[in-house]
């Protein structure tokens, strides 16, 4: 009895307005890279990045990434494409399905690393802002298999299990494990993984994709060993599945060797662009530099202006001070002269009594000469 399962889209195309066709599996792409370089260049910037430069780089990185995504696809399952009875145009329908992620990392990498080079910026810097992103981007890719109604498991009667109802390409309608649902929720695993460590950690220099790249390769081990679609095996094992060890291996070992070598992180990610800063939806806001000097002017304005009440104030306390001297001087110069004019009056008032009294003695003396004669 059927208790619980996870239904199939009935079809991958649904037309929008009845002309355009809206397919599920390049929806899902398409979402995906947007939200890689929305979260990348919100890391770009925290890092001390300008922002904008992800996307640059991204033009360069995504249309390489899918073309190698594509071709690492249709070389290992090249049986599906120019076999006896197929039709090798299908090989450029990749709307239809078929990326590999090995292809698509590779050939990525090269697109930003020109990318990178007309920037002027170090690629591992950029990758290591870009990871987490990516593994969000590949966990809603994901998705697109859904529409598809491929990349599954092995029959299983768990409540979770997907209901395969096409018969395209082979396919035996029934109840399988949701393998594609497992890689998108470890993908989400992988990207929380990665941005932890990389607060706690402070990567750099690329251990942070390293970290990415390790992670998501222990994730598509176990699950790829899931899978029942047709695949070319060496050693009892899937081609993806020795991949995946080949690569993890190579994640680790670059991990430990640049700890050693280039401990920490990058103090400078992009020349130059420690001079501005951007708020969190990377919009360009003051430059740090132009603040700084600001600051700087408002402090010279407001020590100038200090100075200047300062010296103001100092002024009118000479002026004040020279006031009072003067005023001493004045009272000074009132008192000297009242008292010279107190001595000169003096003197006066001491003549006119001497002459006063000579007078008197020269009439005496007149009288007393009278008196002889008579």
Same mark, same amino acid.
């Given at each position: 009895?059927?208790?619980?399962?996870?239904?199939?889209?009935?079809?991958?195309?649904?037309?929008?307005?009845?002309?355009?066709?809206?397919?599920?599996?390049?929806?899902?792409?398409?979402?995906?890279?947007?939200?890689?370089?929305?979260?990348?260049?919100?890391?770009?910037?925290?890092?001390?990045?300008?922002?904008? %430069?992800?996307?640059?780089?991204?033009?360069?990185?995504?249309? /390489?990434?899918?073309?190698?995504?594509?071709?690492?696809?249709?070389?290992?399952?090249?049986?599906?494409?120019?076999?006896?009875?197929?039709?090798?145009?299908?090989? /450029?329908?990749?709307?239809?399905?078929?990326?590999?992620?090995?292809? *698509?990392?590779?050939?990525?990498?090269?697109? *930003?690393?020109?990318?990178?080079?007309?920037?002027?910026?170090?690629?591992?810097?950029?990758?290591?802002?870009?990871?987490?992103?990516?593994?969000?981007?590949?966990?809603?890719?994901?998705?697109?298999?859904?529409?598809?109604?491929?990349?599954?498991?092995?029959?299983?009667?768990?409540?979770?299990?997907?209901?395969? %109802?096409?018969? %395209?390409?082979?396919?035996?309608?029934?109840?399988?494990?949701?393998?594609?649902?497992?890689?998108?929720?470890?993908?989400?695993?992988?990207?929380?993984?990665?941005?932890?460590?990389?607060?706690?950690?402070?990567?750099?220099?690329?251990?942070?994709?390293?970290?990415?790249?390790?992670?998501?390769?222990?994730?598509? /081990?176990?699950?790829?060993?899931?899978?029942?679609?047709?695949?070319?095996?060496?050693?009892?094992?899937?081609?993806?599945?020795?991949?995946?060890?080949?690569?993890?291996?190579?994640?680790?070992?670059?991990?430990?060797?640049?700890?050693?070598?280039?401990?920490?992180?990058?103090?400078?990610?992009?020349?130059?662009?420690?001079?501005?800063?951007?708020?969190?939806?990377?919009?360009?806001?003051?430059?740090?530099?132009?603040?700084?000097?600001?600051?700087?002017?408002?402090?010279?304005?407001?020590?100038?202006?200090?100075?200047?009440? %300062?010296?103001?104030?100092?002024?009118?306390?000479?002026?004040?001070?020279?006031?009072?001297?003067?005023?001493?001087?004045?009272?000074?110069?009132?008192?000297?002269?009242?008292?010279?004019?107190?001595?000169?009056?003096?003197?006066?008032?001491?003549?006119?009594?001497?002459?006063?009294?000579?007078?008197?003695?020269?009439?005496?003396?007149?009288?007393?000469? *009278?008196?002889?004669?008579?």
């Amino acid at each position: 009895m059927e208790i619980a399962y996870i239904p199939s889209p009935s079809r991958g195309v649904y037309e929008l307005f009845g002309v355009i066709p809206l397919r599920g599996y390049a929806f899902c792409i398409i979402i995906g890279v947007f939200v890689a370089v929305w979260l990348g260049n919100k890391r770009w910037i925290a890092r001390g990045g300008r922002p904008g %430069t992800v996307a640059d780089v991204a033009v360069w990185a995504v249309p /390489f990434g899918l073309v190698g995504g594509r071709l690492y696809h249709v070389i290992t399952d090249y049986q599906l494409y120019f076999s006896e009875g197929q039709d090798w145009v299908d090989a /450029f329908k990749i709307w239809e399905g078929g990326l590999g992620i090995w292809g *698509a990392i590779a050939f990525g990498a090269v697109g *930003a690393w020109i990318g990178c080079r007309s920037r002027g910026v170090p690629l591992p810097a950029w990758a290591d802002a870009l990871a987490p992103g990516i593994a969000l981007a590949q966990a809603i890719g994901r998705w697109g298999n859904w529409f598809n109604q491929e990349l599954y498991g092995r029959e299983t009667d768990l409540p979770w299990a997907l209901h395969i %109802t096409s018969t %395209t390409d082979g396919r035996v309608p029934g109840y399988y494990h949701p393998t594609f649902l497992y890689e998108s929720l470890w993908c989400i695993g992988v990207a929380v993984l990665v941005i932890w460590a990389d607060r706690r950690f402070k990567l750099g220099h690329g251990r942070a994709f390293a970290l990415y790249v390790a992670a998501y390769c222990a994730g598509r /081990f176990w699950i790829e060993a899931m899978r029942v679609d047709e695949a070319h095996h060496f050693l009892g094992m899937r081609l993806n599945e020795w991949t995946s060890i080949v690569v993890f291996l190579l994640a680790v070992l670059y991990i430990v060797l640049s700890a050693r070598r280039r401990p920490g992180r990058e103090e400078v990610v992009e020349p130059g662009a420690s001079d501005g800063d951007t708020d969190d939806d990377g919009a360009a806001v003051k430059l740090d530099k132009k603040s700084e000097d600001e600051d700087s002017e408002t402090k010279d304005s407001e020590d100038k202006k200090s100075d200047a009440e %300062t010296s103001e104030a100092k002024t009118s306390g000479a002026k004040t001070s020279e006031a009072k001297t003067s005023e001493a001087a004045k009272s000074e110069d009132e008192k000297e002269t009242a008292e010279a004019d107190s001595e000169s009056g003096s003197g006066s008032a001491e003549s006119e009594t001497a002459d006063s009294s000579s007078s008197v003695e020269a009439k005496d003396e007149e009288a007393e000469s *009278a008196a002889k004669k008579a």
